[in-house]
């Protein structure tokens, strides 16, 4: 029993720059994958099969249905891992800051490919 359930958490949850992640113990019902000039969303059950590549850059390969999502990026095992979860929400670009590199995934590039 959870005494204290309508309390809210003394610290927030991270923001992070790439996306927006399901609460812990939760599974995504879409993927939003938002583009410089819009947003796709797919139902997560449209997510067939991803592939990730390694190397300069990186890529996730993504299968939705008739569509295929190319993930550019760096260090994009984070991404992956949510995706293995179902906890994915949304995936934005995030650029480099202008300090240097910062931690965690970078997504350079997101494309969405119809067939």
């Not at 927006?20 to 939760?26: P, R, V």
């Not at 938002?34 to 796709?40: A, I, S």
């Not at 260090?75 to 995936?91: F, H, M, P, S, V």
Request: charged residues 30%.
């Amino acid at each position: 029993m959870d005494v204290h359930s309508r309390i809210r958490p003394l610290l927030a949850r991270p923001v992070l720059s790439w996306g927006e992640l399901a609460e812990d113990g939760k599974e995504a019902f879409v993927v939003r994958f938002v583009l410089v000039d819009r947003v796709v969303t797919y139902h997560t059950t449209q997510l067939k099969r991803w592939e990730h590549v390694f190397g300069v850059p990186e890529m996730l390969l993504i299968r939705a249905d008739r569509d295929e999502i190319v993930i550019e990026g760096r260090d994009l095992n984070e991404i992956r891992a949510a995706l293995d979860l179902g906890r994915l929400c949304e995936l934005r670009l995030n650029y480099p800051a202008k300090a240097g590199v910062r931690p965690g995934p970078q997504v350079r590039r997101i494309i969405v490919e119809g067939q």
